[in-house]
């Protein structure tokens, strides 16, 4: 492990901006590309906005972030609530599905799989869900080991 970072915050609307700024200041001693920066943030901004959204839908929770960060450039974000948890997984990450009524897409997820390279979703109904999202990026010559 590289270095590692750990955040909570309220489930207000307003945090998801500051989730992807968070991420990506953190990100940026990688020195990333502005795409894989891009992707990530994307990413990210789709996780919180779930636990947001449908996690904790009528109430305010607690979101827990946590972005590591490898010496051979894969980042690990986990985003976790403690909300209602998700009945069905494979239901939940098929495209266009929601439960959050007219006004949602339901392309969290597939737009979460585009973005990352791998994409893993735990939930327990009644006790919350943590998404992990790993996406490589380039280590560019010289700059192993270097924080």
Known sequence: MQNEMRLTMLSYSVNEGFARAAVASFVSQLDPTVEELSD??????????NCIVHGYRDTIGKIYLMVRLD???MVTVRVRDK??????????????????GAEQAGLGFSVME?????????????KGTTVTLKKRMAVRKGDEGQA
């Open 71 to 73: 010496d051979d450039g």
């Open 114 to 126: 585009s973005f990352t390279d791998r994409v893993q979703v735990r939930s327990t109904v009644g």
């Open 83 to 100: 909300g209602c948890g998700i009945a069905d997984i494979a239901k939940a990450r098929e495209p266009l599905f929601t439960t959050g």
């Open 40 to 49: 990530l943030k994307t990413a990210v901004s789709e996780a919180v906005t």
